[in-house]
């Protein structure tokens, strides 16, 4: 699989000094800044840019690079494995920087390090799902086959609503293990904990991969809170196993190379699922190589298409071979919200999802957000509900590749508001967990 090389750098005076904001609102002291140029953001760490190279092997660099301030910058492992390196150096002269090491015959790529946020909320603020279930959606609280304990799930339309407690007596997701590659996630909830393997983090290179935003800990609980637990909801692979990779800084803000190095991480270490509900716009060959290389591996991957309400691209949701989600409401109508265009694979729930929070205070408590459960709106909630289908299905037919898989959720889903075969924002149209396994 190939991935087109960045479009060339704009002149450096064309940039604009912009701050991160993400999650809900920039958190002071956390952001990092980011420069505009073209479709994409330059990421910023200690007030310096970085550039990615790709040395040819055994090539020896013949660039002029006198005068650029480089210094080294650390890579994480898994991505030096793929052959690519990283030196950090002032803003003003990435541009300069990208040019000589394009015209190098000894690299055999070079990009800026872009920054890659989490799927921005959409609400701010406290928000409940009132009433029990049966007002939400009338009459549908009864199609399950057993009721679980759990006290959220009346609060809960989403499991529901792709009916997924129907398809629990056939599969859970059940070994499957799913990397919540995002701002961490709480690995201590009670809603979540036992399920819970080691993960990673890629900001910091270290193995704590506690959430300190919010929004890895509510997407964790999407896609595997525990069922029958009288704790919470339930998610909708509540057996699935939990791999927590951090590559998404306090404020919600990483990079390619996090993030990058986070896919690859997780399929280097058993994922068969990896969520990402994080993206951004410009493509980048290193994001795209990770991609490629954790589906070759195995594992599916899921994205959010992004909560712009344009049909501008995001990725990683755009890349070959992605489950692109969009969002949908407790009425299947699309989400004003939800990106869209012919990129786009599946809709699942996003709007008003009652889901985990971290059980203690994080980022997103400063702005109304409660401890311990909270619902938010956003192509983020709609990505992780489509893993957890994605993890049961998996366990039911394990030999599917991640190809196969995908095939198979797009053939299975339901067709709404009067859509066709395809449509390009609802994609194929709205999983249903129970379809997939028949």
Not at 95 to 118: E, H, I, K, M, T
Not at 266 to 284: M, P
């Amino acid at each position: 699989m190939r991935f087109s090389v960045l479009r060339a750098l704009v002149p450096v005076s064309a940039f604009s000094l912009l701050v991160a904001g993400c999650g809900t609102s920039p958190v002071a002291g956390l952001g990092a800044a980011v420069l505009k140029q073209g479709s994409g953001s330059l990421y910023l760490r200690n007030g310096e840019a970085q550039v990615l190279v790709k040395r040819r092997p055994g090539g020896t660099l013949s660039a002029n690079l006198a005068g650029l301030s480089l210094r080294p910058a650390s890579v994480g492992r898994s991505l030096a494995g793929m052959g690519w390196q990283m030196v950090s150096l002032p803003a003003a002269n990435v541009g300069a920087a990208v040019s000589a090491f394009r015209g190098d015959p000894a690299v055999l790529a070079v990009q800026p390090n872009y920054q890659r946020n989490l799927i921005r909320p959409r609400n701010i603020g406290k928000i409940d799902v009132p009433g029990t279930l049966d007002s939400i959606l009338p009459g549908l609280g009864t199609i399950a086959a057993a009721q679980p304990n759990d006290p959220g799930y009346k609060r809960q339309y989403a499991p529901q609503r792709l009916q997924a407690p129907d398809a629990w007596p056939i599969s859970t997701g059940k070994g499957i293990v799913t990397a919540i590659v995002d701002t961490g996630v709480d690995t201590g909830h009670p809603d979540l904990q036992a399920h819970m393997v080691a993960g990673w983090n890629t900001v910091s290179n270290s193995a704590d991969a506690k959430d300190d935003h919010g929004h890895g800990t509510h997407v964790a609980g999407i896609t595997a809170a525990l069922a029958n637990n009288k704790e919470g909801i339930v998610g909708i692979a509540p057996d699935a196993a939990i791999m927590p990779i951090k590559v998404l800084d306090g404020d919600g803000s990483g990079s390619d190379e996090t993030v990058a190095s986070g896919i690859i991480w997780a399929a280097d270490h058993g994922a068969k699922v990896i969520n990402l509900s994080l993206g951004g716009a410009g493509e980048s060959q290193v994001l795209g190589e990770a991609v490629a290389y954790a589906l070759k591996k195995g594992a599916s991957v899921v994205a959010a298409m992004g909560n712009d309400g344009t049909n501008e691209k995001s990725y990683p949701a755009a890349y070959p071979g992605v489950v692109a989600v969009g969002a949908t409401d407790k009425a299947d109508k699309i989400a004003s919200f939800s990106q869209w265009g012919d990129w786009i694979s599946v809709s699942a729930p996003g709007v008003a999802v009652y889901s985990t929070f971290p059980t203690y205070k994080v980022a997103m408590n400063d702005y109304g957000f409660p401890m311990n459960y909270a619902s938010l709106d956003g192509t983020s909630m709609a990505t992780p509900a489509v893993a957890g289908a994605v993890a049961v299905l998996r366990a039911k037919f394990a030999a599917l590749d991640p190809a196969q898989v995908r095939a198979r959720l797009q053939a299975t889903t339901d067709k709404v508001a009067g859509q066709g075969d395809f449509d390009q924002k609802y994609g194929y149209g709205r999983i249903n967990v129970l379809k997939s396994l028949k």
